[in-house]
T-cell receptor
Framework: DVKVTQSSRYLVKRTGEKVFLECVQD?????MFWYRQDPGLGLRLIYF???????EKGDIPEGYSVSREKKERFSLILESASTNQTSMYLC????????????FGAGTRLSVL | AQTVTQSQPEMSVQEAETVTLSCTYD???????LFWYKQPPSRQMILVIR??????QNATENRFSVNFQKAAKSFSLKISDSQLGDTAMYFC?????????????FGKGTHLIIQP
């Protein structure tokens, strides 16, 4: 089974802190994604990556950056966390050959106080 | 850009009943995929069913089936013989098939509650 692991289930940070959300997949997937999930808004794409060191902006990249130094790991970075970034963050991955099937992690619920 | 609309924020049915969740979408593309994902309280997103736009036959997976109306841009999910374990958030999603790696576009979700 494909496993997408997000390092934290719950995270509490202070306004202005630099925050790293980590995601690791174990199936050699080329594509990785970060989504943000808010009640009443569904999931929205923040960033994705189709290869090491490559990144593409999604629909809501403002206030976020990403890093992909290794194929299996995709990090979401909040340079200076703000209260409006309190949300659920979901990571996903997919194979280049079966790019339309995305596998999701269990999510990180981030609270910024 | 494509949009996905789920007009039912919440639905509740009795166990063993059949329930249909609605989804409409808007796109200028001709080739795409549509999905239904389930997110139970555990938060793990699970792919329920997938439909390729060029296939006229509706997809089915055990108790789950879709009614895909391409001209109407409608993609509803039918759950037969509903079970308590079907209680979850259900998201309809779209992806363009010509773009290679790309993110999914999701609807806002429908919270389905199966009552015992």
């Amino acid at each position: 089974d494909v496993k997408v692991t997000q390092s934290s289930r719950y995270l509490v940070k202070r306004t202005g802190e630099k925050v790293f959300l980590e995601c690791v997949q174990d199936m050699d997937h080329e594509n990785m994604f970060w989504y943000r999930q808010d009640p009443g808004l569904g999931l929205r794409l923040i960033y994705f990556s189709y290869d090491v060191k490559m990144k593409e902006k999604g629909d809501i990249p403002e206030g976020y950056s990403v890093s992909r130094e290794k194929k299996e790991r995709f990090s979401l970075i909040l340079e200076s966390a703000s209260t409006n970034q309190t949300s659920m963050y979901l990571c996903a991955s997919s194979l280049m050959d079966r790019w339309n099937i995305q596998y999701f992690g269990a999510g990180t619920r981030l609270s910024v106080l | 850009a494509q949009t996905v609309t789920q007009s039912q924020p919440e639905m509740s049915v009795q166990e063993a009943e059949t329930v249909t969740l609605s989804c409409t979408y808007d796109t200028s593309e001709n080739n795409y995929y549509l999905f239904w994902y389930k997110q139970p309280p555990s938060r793990q997103m699970i792919l329920v069913i997938r439909q390729e736009a060029y296939k006229q036959q509706n997809a089915t997976e055990n108790r789950f089936s879709v009614n895909f109306q391409k001209a109407a841009k409608s993609f509803s999910l039918k759950i037969s013989d509903s079970q308590l374990g079907d209680t979850a958030m259900y998201f309809c999603a779209f992806i363009y098939s010509g773009g290679g790696a790309d993110g999914l576009t999701f609807g806002k979700g429908t919270h389905l509650i199966i009552q015992p």
